[in-house]
């Protein structure tokens, strides 16, 4: 709700509202001129604009009370020569109309006798004398008229029309003019009655030529500055302004200094075509590459020469500081922040990447006492310049106190090149890889990122700049094969990545267990195979086996079936028994080992007391006899093919009954052999000669 003090307010703003909007009428026209040429022209000020539709009329009225009026513009209007006559005079005056009010100007009393305007003067020049000079002619005659007083005004080619001169009468000269400069003129006139003409067309006149000022200014392109000076140089330098020149160059002087003492003088014609000699609009370059040298450079004409302006090869300073620069597509804003020096000048140089001599490439010479400089161009996006600030001296050497790489606009960057992998370890590794080369960076390389697997992502800085960078991957798994991976980061975004696989070492523990383990086994491995290969080829050719292998010898005892190897630890000295050692048996239940064998002998006392007869029956008895022999071998499990048991042959006690009716059989068939086998022991049983073997020998 409003209080009695803001209701008092606003009563009192809308009392006076209307009249702090009020719209005045036209402003008054002033200062109203008339004359004579055919017609009768008026001229008048109209005031400032209001942007409110103002309507204009110029009245009048000569002696007779003859009036009439015309609609004009803004500030003109004219009578026609009908509606006055020569020998009376007119009052004139200018009525301006709105929708706010009227305003009228002060009348004019016109005589159209004494207000003629002469037409324009005819100019003519002179340019063939030290000093311009103009001259020119007026149509007062033609009005029977005496001539009256000129303004006349000049300026230099390009520049606005400064305030006239006046009193002049048919000609003008200038005095001391700039040499070899284009001046512009114009007159206007007036006769002894009446108003001034208007002013004559421009006209133009070149002064004479001279002897060329001042010095030129030199620099040298180096192309892109790294860590080191040693650059192959070329010499460049600026077109000298008209104003310098004087009149036109005829060419340029080069004299060179090698830091041997060696001098020589260069002569660069501008008429004459030469490989040397490379100007464009603004700028001229030596072209030959220039290193360890002073150079002086000077412009000549016909008149003269300037003063040979001197330079040395950039090098590099003491200072530490660094420049900041901030750039877009139209301009480079440079600063820096340095201590007072003893110096001549500062200059700035920016190069673009990539470039050729003279390119890309422009420099500002600053005063001593300013610490800012804005460099104009036309700067390309994606594309790096290198900003440069060199401290100039009075003996003309310079030294390149700082460089800094800008962009106008950035992007993303190219692929890292020859990247690497290096000094595989079990748990590190380290990888190595170029910078990305300044042409393909496409936008200030904030850092480099590198990744394994699933692993963090590293940022590696990308200063300081070296020809090769390296980091170490730590924290890997041994024996482990990895993928890692590689990207420069600019403000744009990420480049793409490059990758690599590798595989770390293995633990140095598993390392040393394995490989005897591997080598034993192999060896084991081996023995076996050769032993197995030996024992089948013996078996197929029926040969004694080779003493190494003793335990796949049938004629040896074994010593399993012994009564004291029951008793014994299956412990043996021999590194190769454990090979024949076959796997532990289920534990059988032993009663008796019995060997029956048949000696040739004994049959044959066999054979001997059983009786006489012819000889051939005999032998048929004999063979009877031997037959029944084999038969019971065979049934008790021994050898078929040689008709006798083996010594390993275990009988168990489940079998001894059928073994002992079986063998009261068999005793009463050979009773007479029994004595003969108490008399032989075991030993002598197993490897003495069966009967069937002495037979068949």
């Not at 009228?104 to 324009?120: A, I, M, Y």
């Not at 029977?144 to 300026?155: A, I, P, Q, Y």
């Not at 114009?186 to 001279?210: F, L, P, Y």
């Not at 006798?644 to 079998?655: F, L």
Request: net charge negative; charged share 20%.
């Amino acid at each position: 709700m409003a209080t009695p003090g803001t209701r008092l307010f606003l009563s009192i703003l809308l009392v006076n509202l209307p009249t702090c909007f009020a719209v005045a009428g036209p402003a008054r026209p002033s200062s109203l001129q008339c004359y004579v040429e055919n017609v009768i022209h008026c001229t008048w000020k109209p005031g400032p604009d209001t942007r409110i539709p103002t309507r204009y009329t110029l009245y009048w009225k000569d002696d007779d009370n003859k009036d009439g009026h015309v609609t004009g513009t803004r500030g003109h209007a004219s009578i026609p020569r009908h509606h006055y006559t020569s020998h009376s005079d007119l009052h004139i005056w200018v009525k301006a109309v709105n929708q706010y009010g009227t305003a009228q100007s002060e009348e004019l009393l016109f005589d159209g006798t004494n207000n003629r305007k002469p037409s324009v003067p005819i100019v003519k020049t002179d340019d063939s004398l030290e000093s311009l000079a103009i001259s020119w002619q007026t149509s007062c005659q033609d009005l029977f008229l005496s001539e009256g007083k000129c303004d006349v005004r000049h300026r230099t080619e390009g520049q606005h029309w400064p305030e006239a001169e006046d009193g002049f009468y048919g000609s003008y000269t200038l005095e001391s003019p700039e040499p070899y400069t284009v001046y512009e003129f114009q007159v206007r006139c007036a006769c002894n009655i009446g108003v001034k003409s208007d002013w004559s067309k421009t006209h133009r006149i070149q002064s004479a030529e001279a002897a060329p000022t001042g010095v030129l200014d030199v620099w040298m392109d180096c192309g892109i500055y790294s860590t080191s000076l040693k650059h192959t140089c070329f010499l460049t330098w600026k077109i000298l302004d008209k104003s310098q020149a004087c009149g036109r160059i005829l060419g340029y002087e080069v004299s060179l200094t090698y830091s041997d003492g060696t001098a020589m003088l260069v002569n660069l014609t501008i008429a004459e075509p030469s490989s040397q000699l490379v100007c464009e609009e603004t700028r001229c370059h030596f072209n030959s590459s220039l290193s360890d040298v002073s150079v002086n450079v000077s412009a000549y004409s016909t008149h003269g020469a300037t003063l040979p302006a001197g330079l040395a090869m950039p090098t590099a300073g003491n200072s530490e500081q660094g420049i900041y620069l901030k750039m877009n597509k139209d301009h480079m804003n440079v600063s820096w922040d340095l201590p007072a020096q003893l110096l001549k000048e500062y200059v700035v140089q920016y190069k673009q990447a990539g470039s050729y001599a003279a390119q890309g490439f422009g420099w500002l010479r600053v005063n001593k006492n300013t610490n800012t400089a804005i460099l104009k161009g036309s700067f390309e996006n994606y594309t790096a310049y290198q900003v440069s600030l060199f401290a100039v001296l009075h003996s003309s050497q310079c030294n390149r106190i700082s460089s800094v790489i800008g962009y106008s606009l950035q992007g993303i960057p190219s692929i890292v090149p020859s990247f690497e992998v290096n000094s595989i370890e079990r748990t590190h590794v380290t990888l190595s890889w170029q910078p990305v080369p300044l042409l393909e960076q496409k936008g200030e390389i904030l850092c480099y990122q590198v990744g394994a697997d699933s692993q963090n992502v590293y940022n590696v800085s990308a200063s300081p700049k070296h020809e090769k960078m390296t980091f170490q991957l730590q924290h890997l798994s041994p024996g482990q094969q990895y993928l890692v991976w590689l990207r420069a980061v600019t403000l744009a975004g990420f480049g793409a990545k490059t990758t690599k696989t590798f595989k770390t070492k293995e633990e140095e523990g598993n390392n040393s267990s394995k490989m005897p383990l591997v080598i034993v086994t192999s060896i084991v491995l081996m023995v076996i195979g050769i032993g197995i290969g030996i024992w089948y080829v013996a078996s197929r050719e029926n040969k004694q086996l080779p003493w190494f292998l003793p335990c796949w010898n049938d004629r040896v005892p074994d010593p399993r079936n012994s009564n004291i190897f029951k008793q014994m630890t299956h412990q043996f000295s021999d590194s190769l028994a454990w090979i024949c050692v076959p796997a532990p048996e289920s534990l059988h239940k032993i009663s008796q080992l019995e060997v029956v064998e048949m000696l040739p002998h004994a049959l044959e006392s066999c054979l001997t007391e059983q009786g006489v007869g012819d000889d051939s029956s005999q032998t048929d008895k004999q063979k009877n006899h031997m037959d029944h022999a084999i038969r019971e071998l065979d049934r008790d499990g021994t050898e078929r093919r040689l008709g006798r048991q083996d010594y390993n042959k275990m009988i168990d006690s489940d079998e001894e009954q059928d073994r002992e009716e079986e063998k009261g059989e068999m005793e009463e068939d050979s009773s007479s052999l029994s004595e003969e086998e108490q008399l032989m022991s075991g030993y002598e049983k197993h490897f003495m000669p069966t009967a069937l073997e002495v037979l068949e020998v």
